[in-house]
């Protein structure tokens, strides 16, 4: 089967900038979930999607990013605007159901200078 | 809150030598606990897991048992390749999020050399 693909690989904006992530989960997965990956950490959880409802975005700060998953399907995380400290690989992860864990996507390395 | 707690890296070892990277958790009721690999430019691998105390989950020759009374999974492998090089995340997740989000450790980079 496929797996989860993101794009783009990699990303340099300049701070105050916008960007935004894409991420197409593996077919049938109804759960799809952002992490964010700083160089040294492990993965962060940003948000998780149930379908096209948001499930858990507790860790999500608000003021700046934001993310949806139209029609339960693909999903779109946008920074605006960005901060040197946003620097990070943004996973995208899907499941079928957690017993059988994630399958995660490549990421996007986003550099903010 | 939940948290896991890995050996630092970087891990250096010869090819064929005993591997192990210490893994301990704090979490509210009673976690799944699991293992996943990253190799350079890729995401991350689910290696193995194990849902309840005593289990061993086991893969590709890597071994891990949860212990809940040191809450320790400490992953093994007998004799390590330089295909092996990687950074390995442990995680959890627990009850209160029904299963369904991991936490993770800050990883412990692996390097094997021939």
């Known amino acids: 089967e496929a797996g989860v693909a993101q794009s783009p690989r990699y990303k340099i904006i300049e701070k105050r900038q916008s960007v935004a992530f894409w991420c197409n989960p593996i077919?049938?997965?109804?759960?799809l979930y952002w992490y964010q990956q700083i160089l040294g950490q492990g993965p962060k959880l940003l948000i998780q999607?149930?379908?096209?409802?948001?499930?858990?975005d507790s860790q999500l700060p608000k003021d700046r990013f934001s993310a949806e998953r139209l029609k339960g399907v693909d999903s779109t995380l946008k920074i605006q605007p960005a901060k040197l400290e946003d620097s990070a690989v943004y996973l995208c992860?899907?499941?079928?159901?957690?017993?059988?864990?994630?399958?995660f996507g490549s990421g996007t390395r986003l550099t903010v200078v | 809150g939940d948290s896991v707690t890995q050996m630092e890296g970087p891990v250096t070892l010869s090819e064929e030598a005993f591997l192990t990277i210490n893994c301990t958790y704090t979490?509210?009721?009673?976690?799944?606990l699991f293992w996943y690999v990253q190799y350079p430019g890729e995401g991350l691998q689910l290696l193995l897991k194990?849902?309840?105390?005593?289990d061993k989950g086991s893969n590709k020759g890597f071994e891990a048992t949860y212990r809940k009374e040191t809450t320790s999974f400490h992953l093994e492998k007998g004799s390590v390749q330089v295909s092996d090089s990687a950074v390995y995340f442990c995680?959890?997740?627990?009850?209160?999020?029904?299963?369904?989000?991991?936490?993770f450790g800050k990883g412990t980079m692996l390097l094997v050399s021939p």
């Open positions: 979490a509210t009721g009673y976690p799944s």
């Open positions: 999607f149930q379908n096209n409802g948001v499930v858990d």
């Open positions: 992860a899907s499941s079928l159901s957690p017993l059988y864990g994630y399958t």
């Open positions: 077919s049938g997965h109804a759960t």
């Open positions: 995680a959890l997740s627990d009850r209160d999020s029904g299963y369904s989000t991991l936490t």
């Open positions: 194990a849902t309840k105390a005593d």
